[in-house]
């Protein structure tokens, strides 16, 4: 196996590591985060308190830009089952998206770098034109990035 290979694997592993802790994040708020895998008889950190949640949330981000960066566009997938680049910037940006209201409805600090990231990547992932969609394509307007229905002619 390739270098680039494995980073592509690495990347995928990581989407789905950053999926799973932005649900839990989105349920239970501050949750335990695990880098590594950890061993069944490694009790210390099967019963290690919870991390704060900036900890976790900057951890996904930084798992999904791993995934941005390593799952190149040669891999983009012909079945929709699979997890692509644009994949990634999708679940990227809808989390910049919920991490940074929350963070300004809650008058904490950094939500403006939040949904601007989000903002960034939506545009990026509009203009690459690589997005699959049966009813809802995404479209510019006034410089906000707005979802619409398609309109029946």
């Known amino acids: 196996m390739t270098e680039a290979q494995a980073a ?25 985060w695990y880098s590594h895998t950890i061993e069944k008889d490694d009790k210390e950190m099967l019963t290690k308190a919870r991390d704060p949640r900036k900890l976790v949330v900057d951890s996904i981000i ?13 891999t983009f997938p012909v ?27 809650r008058n904490e600090a950094g ?20 997005i699959r969609s049966t009813s809802l394509p995404l479209t510019r307007h006034t410089g906000a990035l707005r979802i619409h229905r398609a309109h029946q002619g």
């Open 62 to 74: 930084k798992d999904l830009e791993y995934a941005i960066a390593n799952i190149d566009d040669a």
């Open 79 to 105: 079945s929709t089952d699979m997890v692509s680049k644009y994949t990634a910037m999708a679940l990227l940006s809808r989390i910049c998206l919920f991490e940074g209201t929350w963070k300004k409805y």
């Open 8 to 32: 592509r694997f690495a990347g995928v592993a990581k989407f789905f590591r950053a999926y799973f802790y932005y649900d839990k994040v989105q349920r239970f708020g501050d949750v335990p």
């Open 111 to 130: 939500w403006e770098d939040l949904l601007r990231k989000s903002a960034t990547i939506s545009e990026t992932l509009i203009d690459s034109k690589n």
